[in-house]
């Protein structure tokens, strides 16, 4: 069968960098999809994007739809045929739907009865005729913020300009809010003209020839090339800030890099308030020395060629210039403040209307920080941790946080250390908001992890008492994130307070103050719901199989870390010769124990056999040994110790026994042995292979 090329290109006003690569990928997969679904086969396929257009070329596709052969089941024989032989309505209306006729039935056996059948034969239509509904792909795309112009129905990321659609050398005729198909493109804004693609090979090519790098692949190693070179050209190191250089990337079609400088006075400002500066406002990459100094100079990147650099660079170092004099401005300003000034002014700060002031919030944290100190057995520590909680939020009316949000925390310890606050308060203020994101580390220090947690959990407990809960793809307030953290923080540092008290914890303050406005139980629940799944996210991040996270998170969550460390024992015992054994003994007894409902003290004496006392006997020993153990590992091994006694008991003993007492007897053994197993996990919902 004869293939052709197709290529599709939306050409747009410049779209906002970060739509960009989500938009192009979008594009590359609805078409994909379309192609699959229309049973067309094609071949590789290559996905483009600039901020002026987004464009995918699919090669070797077929030029018709595979023929289709089919076998469609109907009704059984005895519904299909009344009692005189005759074809039913439903085996007429069945092959009507199937466009078939009666004489195309026959009758096939399927499990002891038979079933009208008939072969369907679809032949495929022309590729060509059916390219058309690419149209419908694009006017279907959705963005996180559309846009409509002039008297147009579409909503759309960017005004739509021009539209290029071709398989082979022929155009696919459609149209899209007055825009005609073609095989026109546009090159660089500046400098490239109007080009003409004769066919779909030559696309990348032809823009290339008109100063566009449609690949973004490419221009980001032409990126990346462009800044190692001028790193080994000036004894630099450019750190290049993943975020930035996908956000450079989708800035521009032809990319040159070129560097800058300003005033060596500007490095007295913290390097973070520099770095910030250069990067979310200008998109300019910092420089280094070899030995980690930020120097008075800055990366960017260019669209278009090498023409006229110097100018290029004066007039970024311009722009640069003054949003460090402004930085440099309030900065100073910034240290005329007390911090006891700056926290009066968190009185009128309204955190949420139904939640109250930062002020009001940083009482509650304070609460929590204290509260969580004394369980941590903080002593000298408290004192820090409860002054860094008094002031963490201090920095957030600051002209400098006003301006470049970022920096909240960051120039809290600036601030603090200049104020002369205890290094270790300073630190605290900065890590109390770590992690800040999936990748970023948690609090370093005790304080700052103590704090972080008590801010996150009041944030946590506060939008949940008002009913304020994530749905779906909804979190406005990044409570996901806020969860996540928690959950981290207790894994890594291994801290002997369960998620339940945390919860309870957080709700407390809340309770006393009148703003929990539903039902405390209501809430507890749907808080600990919300922590289940973060914590079930941290498992599989962590490649745990599906069936042991359910295991383990199948009653209270309690220690993280101790839940965490039993998921790995069972990852890592999985394969293990004689595991599947152990879990069958021990699921044996949980399954049976459900059937206790009248749970009654285990009398040794009702004992009928030597195994019910065996059994028990070693009962207690492991679970003594359970409690004395710290390590999951060992915990794990006196568990599976049981299953030769358990084996012997079921061998020997009938649980359900008749008589009353000995059946609730042994069921309570069964029991209190389940209670203990499932402390560790809900061994019976391991899949066993």
Excluded at 167 to 178: C, K, L, Y
Excluded at 207 to 218: C, E, I
Aim: one cysteine or more; glycine letters at 4%.
């Amino acid at each position: 069968m004869s293939k052709r090329d197709l290529l599709l290109e939306i050409g747009l006003e410049e779209m906002p960098a970060r739509f960009v690569t989500a938009s192009m990928k979008q594009l590359s997969d609805k078409v994909q999809k379309w192609l699959k679904e229309k049973a067309i086969e094609f071949g590789a396929v290559e996905a483009f994007s600039t901020p002026r257009r987004l464009a995918i070329l699919v090669k070797d596709v077929s030029e018709s739809q595979k023929d289709i052969e089919e076998e469609a089941k109907g009704p059984a024989k005895k519904i299909a045929l009344d009692s005189e032989g005759n074809w039913s309505k439903a085996a007429l209306g069945f092959v009507r739907g199937q466009g078939m006729t009666a004489e195309d039935i026959y009758f096939k056996e399927l499990k002891g009865i038979e079933y009208a059948h008939v072969n369907k034969f679809i032949k495929g239509q022309p590729t060509s005729q059916l390219l058309s509904e690419l149209q419908e792909i694009i006017s279907g795309m959705t963005f996180p913020k559309n846009m409509r112009w002039a008297n147009q129905d579409l909503r759309f990321v960017r005004p739509i300009k021009w539209l290029i659609a071709l398989f082979g050398n022929e155009v696919v005729p459609f149209s899209i809010v007055d825009v005609e198909t073609g095989r026109e493109t546009k090159g660089h804004r500046f400098l490239g003209e109007v080009a003409m693609i004769e066919a779909p090979e030559q696309y990348e090519a032809t823009l290339r020839d008109q100063f566009v790098m449609a690949n973004p692949d490419n221009r980001r190693s032409v990126i990346l090339e462009q800044i190692k070179s001028l790193e080994q050209e000036k004894g630099w190191i450019i750190p290049v800030d993943e975020d930035l250089l996908e956000e450079v990337n989708n800035l521009v079609e032809y990319p040159t890099v070129l560097f800058g400088h300003f005033e060596e006075e500007f490095l007295e400002l913290p390097a973070e308030v520099l770095i910030t500066s250069m990067k979310e406002h200008q998109r300019y990459f910092p420089v280094k020395d070899q030995d980690g100094k930020l120097l008075a100079f800055f990366v960017t990147v260019r669209n278009g060629d090498d023409r006229h650099l110097e100018k290029v660079s004066k007039g970024n170092e311009k722009v640069l210039r003054a949003r460090l004099s402004d930085a440099a401005f309030f900065f100073k300003e910034d240290q005329k403040k007390e911090i006891a000034d700056a926290l009066k002014k968190l009185d009128s700060i309204v955190y949420h209307e139904e939640i109250g002031t930062l002020a009001e919030k940083t009482a509650r944290v304070t609460a929590v920080t204290g509260v969580l100190a004394d369980a941590l057995n903080l002593k000298a520590e408290k004192d820090l941790a409860l002054r860094a909680a008094e002031i963490a939020k201090f920095d957030l009316v600051s002209h400098m946080v006003y301006e470049f949000p970022e920096l909240q925390g960051y120039m809290g310890e600036k601030y603090a250390l200049l104020k002369g606050e205890a290094k270790e308060v300073a630190a605290a203020i900065n890590e109390h908001y770590m992690p800040r994101h999936a990748d970023d580390n948690v609090p370093p220090s005790v304080i700052g992890a103590v704090v972080s947690i008590a801010e996150k959990i009041d944030t946590l407990a506060s939008f949940f008492a008002i009913g304020v809960i994530p749905t779906g793809s909804q979190d406005p307030y990044a409570l996901r994130r806020q969860a996540s953290g928690v959950v981290q923080i207790l894994a890594e540092k291994k801290w002997n307070i369960s998620l339940e008290e945390l919860i309870t914890l957080g709700l407390k303050g809340l309770e006393s103050k009148g703003l929990l406005k539903r039902d405390l139980e209501e809430v507890k629940a749907d808080m600990f719901t919300f922590f289940k799944a973060r914590v079930k996210h941290l498992l599989q991040e962590q490649q745990i199989r599906y069936d042991l996270i359910d295991a383990v998170l199948i009653d209270e969550i309690g220690f993280i870390h101790s839940l965490v460390e039993r998921a790995h024992v069972l990852d890592a015992k999985k394969d293990e010769a004689g595991f599947k054994e152990s879990l069958e003994a021990l699921s044996r007894v949980m399954n049976i124990a459900v059937k206790c409902d009248h749970k009654v003290t285990v009398d040794p004496n009702a004992f009928e056999n030597e195994q019910e006392k065996a059994l028990y006997e070693k009962y207690q020993t492991v679970a003594l040994r359970y409690a004395e153990s710290k390590k999951e590992k060992d915990r794990f091994e006196h568990l599976i110790s049981l299953q030769s006694e358990i084996e012997s008991y079921f061998e020997n003993t009938m649980v359900m026994a008749d008589d009353e007492a000995i059946r609730n007897n042994r069921l309570s053994l069964m029991k209190e042995i389940s209670d203990l197993v499932s402390g560790f996990a809900a061994m019976n919902k391991i899949i066993l292979s």
